[in-house]
C-alpha cells in the first residue's frame, strides 16, 4: 500500500512543479515537498527501519510544519495583496 502513497506523491509533486510556472512560485516549493514526500514514503517501504515513528517521523513531522507554515505565509500575503490592488 505504500507503493500507492509514493506513487501518488510523486504525481502530485511533478504536477505542482509543472503548476509552478503558470500559476505561482509557491507551486515550485510545495512540488519538492510532495516530492520529497514521495521518496519518504518509498524509503519507508524499502529499509527496515521505520521511518514513521521514533526520532524519524518527528523529523518528517516539523519539516510538514515548516512546509504548512511557507504555504499559509504565501496564501496570506497573496490575499492581502490582492485585498489592497481591489480597494
Do not use: C, P
Not at 59 to 82: C, G, H
Amino acid at each position: 500500500m505504500n507503493y500507492i502513497f509514493s506513487a501518488s506523491w510523486f504525481l502530485i509533486g511533478i504536477y505542482l512543479l509543472y503548476q509552478g510556472h503558470k500559476t505561482h512560485r509557491v507551486f515550485y516549493v510545495l512540488g519538492s515537498y510532495f516530492i520529497f514526500l514521495g521518496g519518504w514514503w518509498l524509503t519507508n517501504q524499502l529499509i527496515e527501519i521505520n521511518l514513521m515513528d521514533g526520532i524519524y517521523g518527528i523529523i518528517l513531522r516539523v519539516i510538514s510544519a515548516i512546509m504548512l507554515v511557507i504555504a499559509l505565509m504565501v496564501y496570506y500575503r497573496a490575499k492581502k495583496k490582492k485585498k489592497d490592488n481591489n480597494a
